[in-house]
């Protein structure tokens, strides 16, 4: 069952304004964040200008997801390890609303996030 659009609204302004904020205007053409909407998951994405590519080109590679359980009211929240497998993120693995799961992947006790 997919979100209901109250629900994308939310993820909209919650974590469309955490992805405009986390990076300062001037960097912005080296690294950015955007996320998708998939079900009733929200995935984060880190842009970056490819590597070896041509320019304008740029790849976004998954750092975060969170994902909503209607019959709990949580968020639940992966990371993604290097075999591309999403795995539940153990220091906190559910949280009430989007706010305090950004707030979980920007502390990122272990690293899994942001490195």
Same mark, same amino acid.
């Given at each position: 069952?997919?979100?209901?659009?109250?629900?994308?609204?939310? @993820?909209?302004?919650?974590?469309?304004?955490?992805?405009? %904020? #986390?990076?300062?205007?001037?960097?912005?053409?080296?690294?950015?964040? &955007?996320?998708? @909407?998939? !079900?009733?998951?929200? =995935?984060?994405?880190?842009?970056?200008? %490819?590597? #070896? $590519? =041509?320019? !304008?080109?740029? =790849? #976004?590679?998954?750092? %975060?997801?969170?994902?909503?359980?209607?019959? =709990? $009211?949580?968020?639940? @929240?992966?990371?993604?390890?290097?075999? !591309?497998?999403?795995?539940?993120?153990?220091?906190?693995?559910?949280?009430? &609303?989007?706010?305090?799961?950004?707030?979980?992947?920007?502390?990122?006790?272990? !690293?899994?996030?942001?490195?």
């Amino acid at each position: 069952m997919a979100l209901s659009i109250e629900d994308i609204g939310e @993820i909209d302004q919650v974590v469309g304004d955490w992805c405009l %904020a #986390r990076v300062p205007a001037h960097l912005k053409q080296s690294v950015d964040y &955007d996320y998708e @909407i998939d !079900g009733q998951a929200v =995935t984060i994405l880190e842009v970056r200008p %490819a590597w #070896r $590519g =041509t320019p !304008g080109e740029v =790849t #976004r590679q998954p750092i %975060a997801r969170f994902r909503f359980v209607k019959v =709990t $009211g949580f968020w639940k @929240i992966f990371w993604m390890r290097a075999s !591309g497998k999403w795995h539940a993120y153990e220091p906190m693995f559910e949280v009430n &609303d989007l706010v305090d799961a950004l707030d979980v992947i920007e502390s990122d006790h272990y !690293g899994c996030f942001f490195g």
